[in-house]
């Protein structure tokens, strides 16, 4: 037998490459590891070079190459077969990356919405400056939340879905001209934010200097917020005008509809 000093029993070779040793006699079983020698009490024994083909084997599994494929590759290794072996894998890679990134982007929404949503204080208004921001818009609504309304509300989320995957949930847009009519539910359609790394989208809120409030209950205090909002205007000599956006914070752990936030964002024109 070789010189002991550079063997490892399985025992330490897989402690070594931090891995459970009856993988490595799996591995062996199947013919695609194997150990440098066997002693004549059968163990198995390995030495430290082989770490590097292993990291290779224990690397294509983790992307998701199956032993047959691997083995196949282990009968005539070359860099032009190796190539072939990861292009496929290589492009997966790619697009996982970006499913990763586009949850990330969705958890960081969601966790944004939620610290708005702690700091909430019903019919406090704000004047904030927002930046251009891509909208898609549904069919139209008529407020009234009937039958109608869902049937575009479910068509509206089917076509989020399609375009960007997972997606965060949507609001409502009314004309800013209907809320100084006191129409407060008269709304025009649903919008949903559009990304900025993608063409799919039907508009744009502008950037600019917005008025901000937030209504905390149900629904039906609406109607008071945007009256504090349009008091709160004339006071500052600000001109609302273009659309008023109306967006649930809370909907992900809202226990009733007594604890519902309500975000609600009209331009200032002129701004």
């Known amino acids: 037998m070789k010189n002991r000093k550079y063997l490892y029993t399985t025992g330490q ?10 993988t490595l006699h799996y591995y062996d079983e199947i013919g695609l590891f194997c150990p440098e020698c066997k002693g004549e009490n059968g163990y198995r024994y390995y030495t430290c070079f082989q770490t590097v083909q292993l990291e290779l084997i224990l690397m294509l599994r983790k992307i998701g190459l199956s032993i047959d494929e691997i083995l196949r ?26 499913e990763l990134l586009h949850i990330k982007s969705f958890l960081e929404r969601k966790s944004d919405k939620l610290a708005m949503g702690l700091s909430a204080v019903h019919g406090k208004v704000d004047v904030v400056s927002l930046p251009r921001q891509p909208l898609l818009l549904s069919a139209p609504i008529t407020g009234a939340y009937d039958h109608g309304d869902f049937a575009v509300a479910a068509d509206f989320s089917l076509r989020l879905k399609s375009i960007f995957g997972l997606y965060d949930n949507f609001g409502s847009r ?38 901000r409030a937030y209504c905390v209950g149900s629904w039906d205090r609406l109607g008071e917020v945007y009256r504090l909002m349009v008091s709160y205007a004339e006071e500052h000599r600000l001109e609302l005008g273009g659309y008023a956006y109306e967006e649930g914070l809370n909907e992900m752990w809202l226990r009733n509809r007594d604890d519902y936030i309500t975000m609600i964002t009209v331009k200032c024109e002129g701004y």
């Open 174 to 211: 009314i004309p800013v001209q209907r809320i100084l009519e006191g129409r407060y539910d008269d709304y025009e359609c649903f919008f949903a934010y559009g990304r900025t790394d993608s063409e799919a989208y039907d508009t744009a809120r502008p950037a600019g200097t917005y008025l």
């Open 13 to 22: 070779f897989a402690k070594l490459n931090g891995i459970n040793k009856r």
């Open 73 to 98: 590759y282990q009968q005539s290794p070359s860099g032009a077969s190796f190539e072939e072996l990861i292009s496929d894998k290589k492009q997966l890679i790619d697009r996982s990356i970006q």
